[in-house]
Structure formats: C-alpha cells, structure tokens
C-alpha cells in the first residue's frame, strides 16, 4: 500500500514534485515507483502516466549527481596529462617514504596527529578514472607515507565539502563500503605481481593478490591493521602493513609500484593519483603504477607464524547418531625470507563453519563451491592455470585431512613455485563412520617472467587412491604483446587409471583490451578422455569433448549525457563440435536401461547376459551459438541488461536448436551508497531435461534485494522461481528458492550472521514428485586480533519429499554446532 500510494501520488502532482520525488528517493524506491507507476497505467491509461514513468527511468539522478561538460577543458589539457603518463624518461607520479626515527611511533586510531605524518611527503590532485574521464576530483584528497623496520604506513586525508554524506558502514572483512580508498603495492616492483588493500571510513578492511599484470586472488587475507575517523572537513584512514605481508627484494633502498584510488559515494565518482587513461581498458594494472621511492633497510621481521586452533563440535544426522568431537591442530609458517614461505599443518584448520549456498541448478553439473579454508587461500594463485588443473575443495571431500604442506616463493631470474601436498584418510577425531578415502594429493608448479610482461609454467598434479589415480600435467603461458593485447595458452593431459587415449587439452586465447572496443578470439580443445575432476574443475561428461572456436567483439562507448554513463554491447559467435565415443554411450545406456539414442548414433546390440553397447554411427556432430548482449549504466549507477542467444547442440536423443532470452534491471549497489538497492530479472528459453531426456523449456524470474537498515546491519533477501515445459508446452517442473541474509555488526571484527534458505522443487513426469530442503545457519565471529578468531556456529537442514508413496514433510536430515578458536602469534 506504501509503495502503491508513493505511484499515485507521482502521478497526480506536478512537475515541482516530482523533481522532489526523484532527489528524495533511493534507487530500490525508484524500481517500486516505476513498477507501480506502471500497473496504474495499465488500469486508467493515462498519458501522462507512461510520459512520466520514462521520464523517471531515464532521468532519475539519485544523490544529486554532478553534470559535467567536457567542452569546459580544452584538448591541450587532456594532451598534457598523456604526455606525463606516457613519459617513461621521468617518472612524474613519485612520492617518497618518510623513514621514522626511533622515537616516532605511529598509533593506528584514524587521527592521523603524529607530528611524522606532516614531516613526510604529501601528494594529491586525484584525477577522475569514472564517470568523467581526467576531470579533477570534486573533492579533495592528500596522502603521505612512512615506514620503520618493519611496517608501511599510509595516512590520507579525504576532504569533503559535504561531510553529513559521507556513508559510516560496517561489514565484515572483505564487503566493499559506499566510500572507501584503494592502494595498489607492487613491492617486488616486476611490473606483473602486487597487492590491492582497500579501506572504509570505519576502517572495514578488503584485500587481495594481483598476478600476471591484470590477474586477481582474492582469497588472499593479509595481517594489517587499519582505522578511519569522521569530522567536519572530511575522513581520515591510517593504515599499518606489516612487511611480512609482500614479496620484495633484499635490496638496502627500493622502489616499489603505488597508487590510490578514492571512491566517493554521493556522486558515484572514483579516481586516483597516477591517472587511468580512457583508453585503457577498466583494470587497474601493476604496470601502470605510480612509484615509492627511498625505502630503506626493512626486513620481514618474523621467521614463524604460528596458528594454534582448538574445534568443540556437535553433529548428528539422519543417517547417524550424534557425535560429540574436540580436535586441536595448526599451522606454523617459516619464512627464512621475504619471498619464501613453507606451510607445515598437522590435523588443519579446515572447520567449516559457513554452509554453502543452495542454487537452483538443472545442469548435469556439480556447482561449483568457493574455497575458505585457510591453508588453501593464502596465495593459491599460483596454482591457477586457463584451465583449472587444480581445484583444492577436491581435497578432503571423501575423507579427513591428515596432514599437509605448502611451499610458495619467487626466486631470482623471475621464476616463481608452488609445491602442495596433503593426505587424507580417518582422523582420530573423524565425523565420518564410513567410505573414507585414503588418499594422496601433490600439485607442483613452476613458472617463469619472460619478455617483460609476459610468463610461461608448467604445473603436474596427482591423487593416488590405492590403485586409482588421476595424474595430470600441463603448459601454459601468457604474452603480453603490448598494453591492449595478450595471447594465453594451455596443453595438458589428464588420464586416469584406465589409461584411454585421446586424453589431451588445448587451449589458446587472444584478447585485445581497450575502453572503447575489445576482441576475444578462442580455441578449445578437449578431448573424450580429458579427465580432471578427481583433482581440478571442469565442466564435462567422462569420455565426451569438444572442439570450439568462439569470437567476441565488445563495443563500449561513454556517453556521459543524457543521464547514461556508458553502452556495452557485446557479439559473439561459437562454432563447436561435439566428440563422442562407444564408452560414453554405452555408459547411459547401462544408466537408463529403457533409453535408446537416436539411430545415427549405431545400433544398440544387446548380448545374452541382458548388457546393451552401442555399434556403428557418427561419434562427431557440428553446432553453434550466436547471439549478442546490450548494457546500459546510467549515471547513478543504475542498468538495464538484455542477451539473446540462439545456438544448436547435441544430445543422445539427437540434435536440437533452441534460443534463450534474458532481461534484468539493476539499482545503484548498496555498495555505491543507497539505503536499499536490488536487481530483477528474467529469462526464458530452450532448456534440455536431462532426467527425461527431452527437449523442452524453461522461464525464469529472480529478485535479489539488499537494504542498510542501519549503519550495522545489513539484510540481503533472494528470490528465484523457474518453470521447466516439456516438448508439448506442458509444465513439468517448477522451483523456487527463497534466502534472506541478515549480519549485525557490533564493530568491524565482531558480528552475528543469520541464514535462512529453503529450495522447493517439484516435478510433474509420469506422477507428481516433491522435494525441498531448507536450511537454518547462525555464525558469530569475532576477530579478537588480527589473525586471531573465535567461531560458534550453527547449521541445521532439513527436507520435504513426496514421491512414490514416500510422504515426508520437514524432516530432519543433519545439524552441526561448532565452536572454533584459533589464535595468531609470530617469533
């Protein structure tokens, strides 16, 4: 009734009120005002009412955002900031580190009044990277940095002229905040590896690896201590990275690659102190940083870190009786220098304490789950290849994790290495009662920076299983021909204890980048008996591949009148050919004992035991896809999406052509300063049943809405429904799922976190089926000091099922109540 009241009241006002309207409601309102504006169009069909619901989508300004016309800077201008960016004979964005004294001691409380910070170097004059290319910043920014033995320290100052809009938040670690500052290190100062650090004005902390130039892990958690503070002129961030944290030479006085970028929230502006240039492309690179200069005579200042950790747990299931357990375990890590590190675990830290998140998934593939457990987070990139070799949740999914270890480092000559091993089987302090793996996984991996910007690798990686494996090997490499072109490329083998042929992969990809326009051009290669999955992620059958060539051109221009910010259009064409073999059908034919293929495939002969294998037929078959997407961001942060897709594929059954269409309207992110912000979509399309073996179709609707109730808490609130059509138009199917995401921040390290989900799927075949599950998760966590937490979580599911004369309604199938402290020190 609110909403419905705020459309008519839009409707029967004047021009004076809606301009009061559109500057006083938030991006989420605005979505809700156009969605009623609309149905009460539909019912009077007033004129005037469709007149205004456009004029309101595309000339909504949310939080006063600035007009700016480029024709007040003349060319000479833009031409003099390219020729002190492209100028490599002086280095013209360069700020020197203040070496602290014995007495100074800088206390990390977001004041920035140490007498230090006004004796170092300052710098400044930020210049727009969006919405306005090289236009100076609407407001301004200093910064300055010192150093002792042992730490780097970063103080800026954010003037604002408008201090009461500047967004206070709190969130965990690693949630982006409306107003926050970037700074990009690289301290080993090669031009391809670094380090992002971003912090908010409440000091809220997110942080990742940066690797071959434009690459990004963001699974990395660095140990580094940060606060902001609020007052009448603006916000203020100190910032303390302890140098154990980077990778640097051993030189007495270096020089390393810097530069900030400030996001300013109410008007949806970013820029930095080395200018982006426009015809960049977006990332932000490690080749195209500023400089630090005169750091002297640091070191690392720890040999070992210890983290110690103790598990109280609770769990019971459906299956099982409860199991009450206490573990204890850690990790010591050894570093003899800045760029070697070695990870030694016994009995590791591998509690989960977050459930994963259900997904709607009608795919014949598993979802793929994101990595948290620590001893695989901390710079697992350089395990990463173009085709994911090694996927570490393999690890410790069928069995306990024993022990393991870890060594990273980069040496001289540019040569980087990872080596990885654990062994899994049945702890003493093991949940599970049954079908443990005993197991071995290594991964070894090599690379080397040739050619500037460019590098080439070799990774082999195994899991020996008593007389089962999967051994895998591959090389790859990536040349940065010059900025806005790169070519990468992979060859590996992944063969199993079976030992087929045609167990190969080829992958070779070249991308030209720029602002305005861009290319991709791919070829993909992979063989039937291509097989990773026992230690890497990929998405296919056993004994099935493909052949594919895709091509895609990006045309991107910025407009930035007219209230739209920029157009993104995007064409693509793929040309694949299916690669079957005898295996793979005779495989679904002993699956399905009622299923016959179609008839180019062979003949299904059938021996006197009752075993059917398929003979004769064609085991290649040719498709494609072709289609194109169009984005439209506007000013404040708001977009309209729209993809179309028709392409062909194949199937056991035969082959088939179908479309998809997908449409979605998004508001300004929570992230970029509303109070409430959310995106809708929907889509529709050929969808294949792999249950039935059909060609039907599928319609989909999904709503995700987040809103900042208050300055701690924070609520996101999911919502997705899905009809599967067989080939008659006749629903068979429909899903839906429903998540609400509350976390309560009582300060940035300490919080409550509640998760409610359930997916409700039923299925109309020969007989309606019903199945759902709903799951209830509850975390409290605390970091206590930096790399130190305590853990006390709470997770319990459930399910619904009706099929076949099984009537089983909220059932309990698991619960699961951890407590988890683990504790961080160094020598």
């Not at 690798?457 to 990536?478: C, F, H, M, P, Q």
């Not at 063969?495 to 980048?513: I, K, P, S």
């Not at 594919?548 to 694949?576: M, Q």
């Not at 996101?716 to 429909?734: A, C, S, V």
Request: aromatic share 14%.
């Amino acid at each position: 009734m609110f909403w419905y009241f705020r459309a008519n009241f839009f409707q029967t006002n004047d021009a004076m009120r809606f301009d009061t309207v559109k500057e006083n409601l938030g991006s989420m309102e605005c979505a809700f005002l156009i969605i009623g504006s609309y149905l009460r169009f539909k019912k009077s069909g007033n004129i005037k009412s469709i007149f205004l619901l456009f004029l309101l989508f595309f000339s909504f300004n949310s939080f006063g955002q600035r007009e700016m016309q480029f024709n007040h800077y003349s060319p000479a201008y833009f031409d003099s900031i390219r020729l002190l960016v492209y100028d490599t004979a002086t280095e013209h964005y360069v700020i020197e580190a203040h070496r602290l004294s014995g007495e100074n001691e800088i206390v990390i409380d977001g004041q920035l009044n140490e007498p230090a910070w006004w004796k170092a170097e300052h710098k400044g004059n930020l210049l727009e990277k969006e919405p306005f290319p090289l236009i100076p910043m609407s407001e301004e920014t200093e910064f300055a940095i010192l150093h002792d033995d042992e730490n780097l320290y970063i103080g800026v100052w954010c003037w604002d002229s408008e201090p009461g809009k500047i967004i206070q938040q709190l969130s965990p670690r690693g949630t982006s905040a409306p107003d926050h500052l970037m700074f990009f290190i690289d301290s080993y100062h090669d031009h391809r590896t670094g380090y992002k650090f971003v912090v908010s004005p409440t000091g809220v902390q997110v942080d990742e690896l940066r690797y071959d130039d434009i690459k990004r892990d963001n699974n990395w958690n660095g140990i580094w201590y940060s606060e902001g503070s609020v007052d009448e002129n603006g916000w203020y961030a100190e910032v303390k990275i302890p140098f154990f944290n980077f990778r640097y030479p051993r030189d007495s006085t270096q020089t390393w690659g810097f530069n900030l970028m400030r996001n300013i929230s109410k008007n949806a502006s970013r820029g930095q102190w080395k200018p982006h240039l426009p015809e960049w492309d977006n990332t932000t690179r490690m080749s195209q940083l500023g400089h630090i200069e005169n750091i002297r005579n640091i070191h690392s200042g720890r040999t070992f870190e210890i983290r110690p950790y103790g598990v109280a747990s609770f769990s019971e299931s459906a299956a099982q009786n409860s199991l009450k357990t206490f573990s204890f375990g850690g990790d010591i890590r050894y570093s003899p220098g800045p760029n070697l590190t070695a990870d030694f675990t016994f009995n590791p830290d591998f509690a989960q304490v977050d459930a994963d998140i259900f997904e709607i998934n009608l795919t014949r593939f598993p979802t793929r789950f994101k990595e948290l457990r620590p001893f695989f987070t901390e710079r697992i990139n350089i395990f990463n290849t173009p085709l994911e070799l090694f996927y570490s949740r393999r690890i410790g999914a069928k069995g306990d994790i024993l022990g393991g270890i870890k060594m990273t480092g980069k040496l001289q000559h540019g040569i980087e290495f990872g080596v990885l091993g654990n062994l899994t089987g049945k702890s003493l302090f093991s949940s599970s009662v049954q079908n443990v793996e005993n197991a071995l996984f290594s991964v070894m991996r090599v690379k080397k920076d040739i050619l500037g910007s460019s590098n080439v690798g070799i990774l082999a990686a195994t899991k020996e299983d008593a007389e089962n494996y999967n051994r895998i090997v591959g090389v790859d490499g990536s040349f940065m021909l010059n900025t806005n072109n790169i070519v990468d490329f992979q060859v590996a083998s992944g063969q199993t204890e079976m030992e087929y042929d045609h167990n190969m992969a080829y992958n070779l990809a070249y991308v030209r980048t720029g602002d305005l326009m861009g290319v991709k051009l791919n070829f993909d290669r992979v063989e039937p008996a291509f097989e990773i999955n026992r230690v890497g992620y990929i998405q296919k059958e056993p004994d099935r591949g493909w052949n594919k060539w895709i091509g895609l051109f990006r045309i991107s221009p910025r407009i930035n009148k007219y209230h739209i910010r920029r157009i993104t259009a995007n064409l693509e064409y793929e040309n694949k050919k299916d690669l079957f073999t005898s295996r793979y059908i005779d495989r679904w034919l002993e699956i399905y004992p009622d299923f016959i293929p179609d008839q180019k495939f062979g003949t299904v002969v059938q021996t006197d035991t009752g075993e059917r294998t398929i003979s004769g037929g064609i085991k290649e078959a040719n498709n494609f896809e072709t289609g194109g997407d169009l984005t439209v961001n506007f000013i404040n942060e708001m977009s309209v999406f729209a993809e179309l897709k028709y392409f062909s594929d194949t199937e056991l059954t035969g082959s088939y052509s179908g479309n998809v269409i997908k449409m979605s309207y998004a508001t300004r992110p929570l992230s970029l300063g509303p109070q409430f912000a959310g995106k809708l979509s929907a889509s529709k399309g050929t969808l294949y049943n792999f249950d039935q073996k059909y060609v039907g179709s599928q319609k989909s609707l999904s709503a995700d809405g987040e809103g900042r109730f208050m300055h701690n808490i924070i609520t996101k609130l999911q919502g997705g429904f899905t009809k599967t059509y067989n080939p008659e138009n006749e629903n068979d199917g429909r899903y839906f799922k429903l998540s609400s995401n509350t976390t309560w921040m009582f300060t940035k390290d300490f919080f409550i976190r509640v998760h409610a989900q359930g997916i409700f799927g039923t299925t109309y075949y020969e007989q309606k089926q019903i199945y759902n599950d709903y799951l209830l998760s509850g975390l409290l966590s605390w970091e206590y000091q930096p790399g130190s937490f305590l853990y006390l979580a709470y997770n319990e599911a459930r399910f619904d099922i009706l099929d076949s004369g099984i009537d089983r309604n909220f059932d309990f199938k698991n619960r699961t109540v951890v407590l988890k402290v683990s504790y961080f020190f160094s020598i």
